[in-house]
């Protein structure tokens, strides 16, 4: 085999180029290493054992005003239905084959029962005592404001079908 000096300098000059650029990149990498150096570690890392070594401070005693700041939601629930009666078709809605719905608003006292009954959409046709009659003998589980029972308003909806 048979190799020119020619091709034989052409080749290490190939080499030799290849690896004065990678000597040239290598020194560029690590002067950009020593210019930035890379970020120190944060100091707030050694707090929480700062904070362990330190002594608790608890204090026994508790001021009424700091429990008095403290803003609290009061717990209130609605009232729920308990036992209800179906007021009765007069004479006048069967003729006039009335049905539908008519709105009622009462307030629900302590005791679980239903007084300043209004009837919002009046049907006429007599319905309207009925309505009231049966509303003044449902029973409810009064709403409660933590825990202790009030009066609360309500509206209901009282549903009239012929069958």
Same mark, same amino acid.
């Given at each position: +085999? %048979?190799?020119?000096?020619g091709?034989?300098? #052409?080749?290490?000059?190939t080499? &030799?180029?290849?690896?004065? /650029?990678n000597?040239f990149?290598?020194?560029?990498?690590?002067? +950009? %290493?020593?210019a930035?150096?890379?970020p120190? #570690?944060?100091?707030?890392?050694? &707090?929480?054992?700062?904070? /362990?070594?330190?002594?608790?401070q608890v204090?026994?005693?508790?001021?009424?005003?700091?429990?008095e700041?403290?803003?609290r939601?009061?717990?209130?629930?609605k009232?729920?239905?308990?036992?209800?009666?179906e007021?009765?078709?007069?004479?006048?809605?069967?003729?006039?084959?009335?049905?539908?719905?008519?709105?009622?608003?009462?307030?629900?006292?302590?005791?679980?029962?239903?007084?300043?009954?209004?009837v919002?959409?009046?049907?006429?046709?007599?319905?309207?005592?009925?309505?009231l009659?049966?509303?003044?003998?449902?029973?409810w589980?009064?709403?409660?404001?933590d825990?202790?029972q009030i009066a609360?308003?309500?509206?209901?909806?009282?549903?009239?079908?012929?069958?």
């Amino acid at each position: +085999m %048979r190799i020119s000096i020619g091709g034989f300098i #052409k080749t290490i000059g190939t080499i &030799l180029v290849f690896a004065g /650029a990678n000597l040239f990149l290598l020194e560029m990498v690590w002067r +950009m %290493r020593t210019a930035f150096p890379p970020p120190l #570690k944060p100091q707030f890392q050694s &707090l929480p054992s700062r904070i /362990a070594d330190r002594p608790k401070q608890v204090s026994k005693k508790r001021t009424p005003h700091a429990i008095e700041s403290v803003s609290r939601v009061p717990v209130v629930t609605k009232p729920t239905l308990l036992f209800r009666t179906e007021p009765q078709y007069t004479d006048e809605a069967r003729a006039a084959k009335f049905s539908g719905k008519v709105r009622v608003s009462f307030v629900v006292d302590e005791n679980g029962r239903a007084r300043d009954i209004t009837v919002l959409d009046s049907p006429g046709l007599g319905l309207d005592d009925n309505i009231l009659r049966a509303i003044e003998q449902w029973r409810w589980r009064p709403a409660t404001r933590d825990g202790v029972q009030i009066a609360m308003p309500a509206t209901a909806e009282v549903i009239f079908r012929l069958l």
